[in-house]
């Protein structure tokens, strides 16, 4: 891993997902998933108001930390027996 991928990812670690830079944090009454390995560890993806059938589809999220840059999407499922925490499982276009 490059210096520079190695900060980013320092950068990113207990930040919510798509949120604002001056505005990074958790915000209270939200509901959070912790996203795990992959360009996206360490952040935190609001699920507030998400209905139940999208927690088993996981969420493609967009990055460009990914393998394919700035057009590309990170692959995020649930943990099986640990919801709280979606796993990695791959990278697309």
Do not use: C, I
């Not at 996206?40 to 493609?60: N, Q, R, S």
Request: hydrophobic fraction near 25%.
């Amino acid at each position: 891993m490059d210096e520079k991928h190695d900060h980013d990812e320092q950068l990113l670690r207990g930040r919510v997902y798509g949120a604002d830079h001056e505005d990074p944090g958790p915000r209270p009454g939200h509901d959070y998933r912790e996203l795990v390995g992959g360009p996206l560890d360490g952040l935190l993806l609001d699920t507030t108001g998400w209905p139940p059938a999208a927690f088993a589809a996981g969420a493609a999220l967009t990055t460009h930390l990914g393998r394919h840059g700035g057009s590309g999407r990170s692959h995020y499922t649930p943990r099986e027996g640990d919801p709280r925490h979606w796993d990695h499982t791959g990278d697309t276009p």
